[in-house]
């Protein structure tokens, strides 16, 4: 008996199903409610229990479908929409339909070079929902910011010097509520053991602050995926890659603009903070630079070794010590 495939298609009430069954293509949208979802899986699972099922990342949108599926044996896969998008080539017309059956044919053909999902301990999936809310005030933030020093500029009367004092008040909450939100993060962390040492650990590397571990913690499912630093360096966008074809194209290594861009960000904060202390890290950034080598080249190096050894801590279960060899 071949396989059954699944594609799923996400949205906010929606979920938008096409079941490839030797050949044949079903299509059933439902609403994006546990009840709604768990009544169809079970219908599924009667037809192939270990069928493979797929999705793209979506967030919160995600969460009811994860809750469901942790009750079946169906073999899952959670897609880079990058990944899906790229495989298709060459398309015209969307919908949600047509975008679930892409999903179902990508699994099918893929399904060998991605590794299964694995259900989030629920310390993770609080952690994820606290740092997204963290991000989405942290941006609101930026944005009044911007507004005010915009209004600084054109202030000429009362009610505009007001609007200022509004703003800054805003600021002044957001500021609160960012701190609140990162105290509601230590403090869930702390609830799990395991998590509150390993990230504990990470933060024994130079540059490495509370933000970075967390986001770490986060995107390798609590130490538990991606722990190979290769693999999450690359996933990361830090790692260097050739362009060159036959003898017309050939250009110095770059990084690669497919990358999570919410991590390569926070390892950039962090390698900036690194070479400005005084430890191994700043050593090899001042003898690359003095070299003549780029400095940015050179910081994203510093990016990449932060990872190494960070995971290095993991898998050793040690701590951070200032004579690791950097060369």
Request: proline share 3%.
């Amino acid at each position: 008996m071949k396989s059954i495939y699944v594609g799923i298609d996400i949205s906010k009430k929606t979920l938008d199903f096409c079941v490839q069954n030797q050949g044949d293509l079903n299509y059933f949208k439902i609403p994006n409610k546990v009840k709604s979802i768990q009544k169809l899986l079970k219908n599924l699972a009667k037809i192939d229990p270990n069928a493979y099922i797929a999705m793209e990342n979506t967030g919160y949108y995600n969460y009811n479908l994860y809750e469901v599926l942790e009750g079946f044996d169906f073999r899952v896969y959670v897609v880079d929409p990058k990944h899906i998008k790229r495989s298709i080539g060459l398309v015209r017309g969307k919908n949600d339909k047509v975008d679930a059956k892409r999903i179902a044919v990508f699994i099918e053909r893929n399904h060998q070079d991605f590794e299964p999902w694995k259900p989030a301990r629920e310390v993770i999936k609080t952690v994820k929902i606290l740092m997204s809310q963290r991000r989405s005030k942290i941006k609101q933030r930026k944005t009044l910011k911007q507004q005010v020093a915009d209004l600084k500029y054109v202030s000429f009367n009362k009610t505009t010097k007001r609007l200022i004092t509004i703003n800054e008040r805003a600021i002044k909450q957001l500021d609160k509520f960012i701190k609140e939100l990162e105290a509601l993060i230590r403090a869930e962390i702390k609830t799990d053991k395991e998590l509150s040492t390993q990230v504990k650990r990470i933060k024994t590397v130079p540059g490495i602050g509370d933000i970075t571990a967390w986001m770490i913690a986060v995107k390798t499912e609590g130490f538990q995926r991606l722990l190979d630093p290769r693999k999450l360096a690359c996933f990361a966008g830090v790692v260097p890659f050739e362009q060159q074809s036959g003898s017309s194209l050939k250009t110095k290594p770059r990084v690669s603009k497919i990358a999570d861009k919410k991590l390569k960000w926070v390892l950039q904060m962090a390698a900036m903070r690194a070479v400005r202390m005084q430890n191994q890290l700043k050593v090899y950034y001042d003898k690359k630079v003095k070299e003549g080598k780029n400095k940015m080249s050179v910081l994203n190096a510093v990016r990449n070794k932060l990872l190494h050894i960070a995971l290095a801590l993991i898998k050793n279960q040690t701590y951070y010590k200032n004579s690791l060899d950097l060369s």
